[in-house]
């Protein structure tokens, strides 16, 4: 039974990896090869021509990484005895999908051109934007070439790894950003197994479909940022000043943990306390002020996740599932577009809907629940 | 009555090329004033900001625009030492941003936008120059210090002609 657990999640992300694929930009010529541009001019055909099954392939897609997780966070202890073995199967997963196109976002090419302008043309990214360069290939496929660059110094000088080893080759260095991801998302999941010494807690964070999706396959970088916030905290006891240095970190790689510096200062009280203050903070910022800004980006509940990992799940079953259906309600909000092809129209309205009605219906069940245990 | 109709016909045919002017911006902190000083030593540190060869265009540019406004200004306010000083200062950004344009242009950076602008740049400034009413030869005689001759229509010149070249 647990063999055939394994061999449906590899082949399930096994799928996720081809058709990702089908997502490539139009402009943006991955290889030479003759078989695998036949093979993605098939995939890309299939969602840009297909969109309605597309749309149902993506949702069997999150169905199948939703019934794996939830399998997964009840039977965890059953289904991985040996702590070898999880470790072995979470690297496999995350070396897997790193290999994925980063379908569902275009910020990775954001990444990839910002990098170029600073390393390979030698410009300050915060003061030439991408597209003040008109011969600069990466234009092709990068949106918001319009803008300087939107993240902290440590995030510019953390991707001159992956574009020096992307060797100045688009598939390369994009393989490049995500393995890196990969890398810190490894070091995530062990520091919540080192701090929390939960199997529990490690695999809810380590399959969150959520996490996955937006880590390992979009490649977003809100995962360094928390790790540099989280492993701040941790230590910030101990090691005050390495830790108010961590923190530091976190804030140049993208500012969302600035709102957490108070906590910084605030003596006599503990790390779960620390963390409950954490996790609204930043909700504070994810439910107000990034939708005053632009909208309810599902990548940003990426911060939320981290948090709440660390906590204890028996004493906080409510923040926990409010963050599993909240996760799950998000990632439902890349529908519309799929289907659509627009993000305008009914989009918005349909993103708000997708997102809320999880939400509401877990809470009802959640206080009818309570309701029916009181009686 | 058929000529104004196939006039008009033909002036709604005719593609219509809008362009945006070179605007220059708005006069900043004058000398005088308390913070002069400071903005003045922002500027130079700002050098060490704006690294690479466009964001090095684009900082001697904004610095030559904003000494020329600054000159403008305390032309009219009959301040001639301050804004030929001012004026000298934009004419010595002016001349830095060619290198830097050759460089991005050695580095096979597309400067064709850059050099358009430059050269809507070096035509409002000519604009602005030109525009300006100041005596042939001024003898500055300030109340502590000694007298300067300022060759004011000649520093003029000059800095046309930089932009000219």
């Known amino acids: ?375 | 009555m058929k000529k104004i109709i196939f006039l008009f016909i033909l002036y709604l045919m005719l593609p219509i090329v809008a362009r945006a002017e070179y605007v220059l911006p708005y006069p900043s902190f004058m000398p005088g004033n308390k913070i002069y000083k400071i903005t003045r030593f922002v500027d130079k540190l700002k050098n060490y900001w704006f690294w690479g060869d466009i964001a090095q265009v684009k900082y001697h540019l904004t610095l030559s625009d904003k000494y020329l406004v600054e000159a403008k200004v305390l032309f009219e306010y009959k301040q001639y030492l301050l804004g030929d000083d001012a004026l000298v200062r934009s004419s010595n950004e002016w001349i830095q941003i060619q290198p830097h344009l050759s460089l991005a242009k050695n580095h096979k950076k597309d400067i064709s936008k850059l050099l358009a602008t430059y050269k809507e740049a070096a035509q409002a400034h000519t604009d602005v120059l030109g525009s300006l009413i100041v005596p042939e030869l001024m003898l500055w005689n300030p109340e502590k210090g000694t007298p300067t001759n300022l060759y004011l229509k000649e520093d003029i010149a000059k800095a046309i002609d930089t932009r000219k070249q």
């Open chain 1, 1 to 375: 039974m647990r063999r055939i657990v394994y061999a449906y999640y590899i082949l399930l992300l096994l799928c996720i990896v081809i058709f990702s694929y089908g997502f490539k930009d139009p402009n943006l010529t991955l290889t030479s090869s003759p078989f695998l541009i036949s093979i993605f001019h098939q995939l890309t055909y299939v969602v840009y021509g297909l969109r309605p099954l597309a749309t149902l392939i993506f949702i069997s897609i999150l169905l199948g990484l939703w019934s794996f997780y939830i399998v997964v966070c009840k039977n965890g202890e059953k289904l991985f005895t040996n702590i070898k073995h999880l470790a072995f199967f979470i690297i496999l997963s995350a070396f897997i999908l790193s290999f994925s196109y980063p379908a569902l976002t275009h910020d990775l090419f954001n990444y990839v051109t910002t990098a170029k302008v600073t390393f390979t043309h030698g410009e300050n990214p915060y003061v030439v934007m991408p597209i003040e360069i008109p011969n600069e290939p990466y234009l092709a496929f990068t949106r918001a070439a319009n803008k300087y660059a939107l993240y902290g110094p440590i995030w510019i000088l953390i991707t001159a790894i992956p574009h020096y080893l992307g060797n100045n080759n688009i598939w390369q260095t994009i393989i490049m950003f995500k393995l890196l991801n990969a890398i810190i998302y490894l070091v995530f999941v062990y520091m919540i197994y080192k701090i929390t010494k939960s199997l529990k807690n490690t695999l809810f964070f380590a399959f969150n479909p959520l996490i996955l999706i937006e880590t390992l396959i979009s490649g977003h970088n809100d995962i360094y940022m928390m790790l540099f916030a989280c492993f701040g905290l941790v230590i910030l006891k101990q090691y005050k000043f390495l830790g108010a240095l961590s923190f530091l970190v976190s804030v140049l790689i993208k500012g969302a943990t600035f709102v957490l510096t108070p906590l910084l200062f605030i003596k006599n009280i503990s790390f779960e306390q620390i963390l409950v203050f954490s996790y609204w903070l930043l909700a504070l910022i994810f439910f107000i002020a990034a939708p005053i800004r632009e909208e309810l980006y599902p990548w940003y509940a990426v911060w939320l996740v981290c948090i709440v990992s660390f906590l204890p799940m028996k004493k906080y079953v409510l923040l926990y599932g409010f963050t599993t259906v909240l996760t799950f309600a998000l990632e439902l909000r890349h529908l519309p577009y799929m289907w659509m092809g627009y993000y305008e129209g009914p989009g918005p309205t349909l993103r708000f809907l997708l997102t809320i009605i999880p939400i509401a219906i877990y809470i009802v069940v959640f206080f009818v629940k309570r309701l029916g245990k009181r009686i």
